[in-house]
Nanobody
Framework: QVQLVESGGGLVQAGGSLRLSCAAS????????MGWFRQAPGKEREFVAT????????YYTRSVQGRFTISRDNAKNTVYLQMNSLKPEDTAVYYC????????????????WGQGTQVTVSS
C-alpha cells in the first residue's frame, strides 16, 4: 500500500510558476505509475499528467502541454509537477495518485490518492 502527501501549492500570479511535490511512503513506490489530477470549483476532477515508473514515458492533457512537466525521483519516493506559465484556469486542487502497472489517464485506475494541494492563479 502507498500513502501520498502533496505539497507546494499556493497563490501565484498569472505567468508565474509553482512546483508541486508528492511524497510517497509504503512499499513499492518505484513499481508504481504516478499521476497528477486536478479539480476546479464546480467541476469534475480531471487528468493532468502521468509518468511511468521508469520515467521513460510521460503523458499530458493538451491544455498543459509545453507548460507543465512531470518527473519523479524514485530514490526519494517523490513525484513532481513543475508548472510554468500558469493561467487562472489552472486554479484547482491538485491531487497525486499511484497505481501499479502502466500509466493511465483514467482516475478510476488509481487506487491510491493524496489529500490534495490548492493552487490558485490570480489574473
Amino acid at each position: 500500500q502507498v500513502q501520498l502527501v502533496e505539497s507546494g501549492g499556493g497563490l501565484v500570479q498569472a505567468g508565474g510558476s509553482l512546483r508541486l511535490s508528492c511524497a510517497a511512503s509504503g512499499r513499492g513506490f518505484s513499481n508504481h505509475a504516478m499521476g497528477w489530477f486536478r479539480q476546479a470549483p464546480g467541476k469534475e476532477r480531471e487528468f493532468v499528467a502521468t509518468i511511468r515508473w521508469s520515467s521513460d514515458s510521460t503523458y499530458y492533457t493538451r491544455s498543459v502541454q509545453g507548460r507543465f512537466t512531470i518527473s519523479r525521483d524514485n530514490a526519494k519516493n517523490t513525484v513532481y509537477l513543475q508548472m510554468n506559465s500558469l493561467k487562472p484556469e489552472d486554479t484547482a486542487v491538485y491531487y497525486c495518485a499511484a497505481k501499479l502497472g502502466r500509466p493511465n489517464t483514467y482516475e478510476g485506475e488509481y487506487p491510491y490518492w493524496g489529500q490534495g494541494t490548492q493552487v490558485t492563479v490570480s489574473s
